[in-house]
């Protein structure tokens, strides 16, 4: 997968250092990653969730760092192409706030 917005994950890692390792992991998983859906998907990343967004885009969630975090992603697997959107904590994320964002 192509990731845009890699530099968003650095300022994550740089505010959020506890998780930088499970970034850095999953963004060398997901360069390296050609998934075709989200069934290709959950084969390396089980809990990862489809969410349907305010807007009604589908937006995939992975877990990070043990369910303490939450990468929110906009995935276009026709183009090959993984969106990072935002990046939250398990309590920013069940407020479900940021739905209504994006």
Same mark, same amino acid.
């Given at each position: 997968?192509?990731?845009?917005?890699e530099?968003?994950i650095?300022?994550?890692?740089?505010?959020?250092?506890d998780?930088?390792a499970?970034?850095?992991?999953?963004?060398?998983?997901?360069?390296?990653?050609?998934?075709?859906?989200?069934?290709?998907?959950?084969?390396?990343?089980? +809990?990862?969730?489809? %969410?349907? =967004?305010?807007?009604?885009? $589908?937006?995939?969630? !992975?877990?990070? @760092?043990?369910n +303490?975090?939450?990468? %929110?992603? =906009?995935?276009?697997?026709? $183009?090959?192409?993984? !969106?990072?959107? @935002?990046?939250?904590?398990?309590?920013?994320?069940?407020?479900d706030?940021?739905?209504?964002?994006?």
């Amino acid at each position: 997968m192509r990731v845009t917005a890699e530099s968003r994950i650095r300022a994550y890692c740089d505010q959020y250092p506890d998780a930088a390792a499970a970034l850095g992991a999953f963004l060398t998983v997901a360069r390296g990653a050609h998934w075709r859906n989200i069934q290709e998907l959950r084969l390396t990343y089980p +809990h990862a969730d489809a %969410v349907e =967004a305010g807007s009604g885009r $589908t937006l995939t969630v !992975f877990n990070i @760092r043990g369910n +303490h975090y939450r990468l %929110v992603t =906009a995935i276009h697997y026709n $183009t090959g192409r993984l !969106f990072v959107l @935002r990046f939250l904590t398990h309590a920013e994320y069940s407020r479900d706030a940021w739905k209504e964002s994006l």
